[in-house]
């Protein structure tokens, strides 16, 4: 979505969705159909696993496992992801 900065060696995976003002650090990882969501910041170097949610304007500092939500600053999890946010 607009003004999302992906920086170098970043790997974005099918089905993922970057939403508006997202900044993406060096070699982060977006899994397959991770979302995250407006103003998120992840650490360089950081993974969002498969189907993961980032809440909008989480700081993103460790790597997030597959199938749960996370937000706030620094991002902690807030539940896990709902099986009809796991599917396109
Ligand atoms: C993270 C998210 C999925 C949570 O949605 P939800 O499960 O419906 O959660 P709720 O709105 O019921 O909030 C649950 C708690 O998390 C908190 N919370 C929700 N989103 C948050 C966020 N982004 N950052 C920090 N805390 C957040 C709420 O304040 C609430 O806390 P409380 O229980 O202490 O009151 C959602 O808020 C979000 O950020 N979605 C992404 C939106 C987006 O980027 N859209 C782009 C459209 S183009």
Redesign the pocket.
Known sequence: ?PQAVLTHDDRIGDYATV??GVRLGGGAVLETGAYV??GALIREGVTVGAWS?I????VVLHDVPPGE?W??NPARL??KAFVEELTP
């Open positions: 979505m939403a508006s969501g407006a949610l809440g909008m304007g989480s939500v937000a706030g807030l539940r």
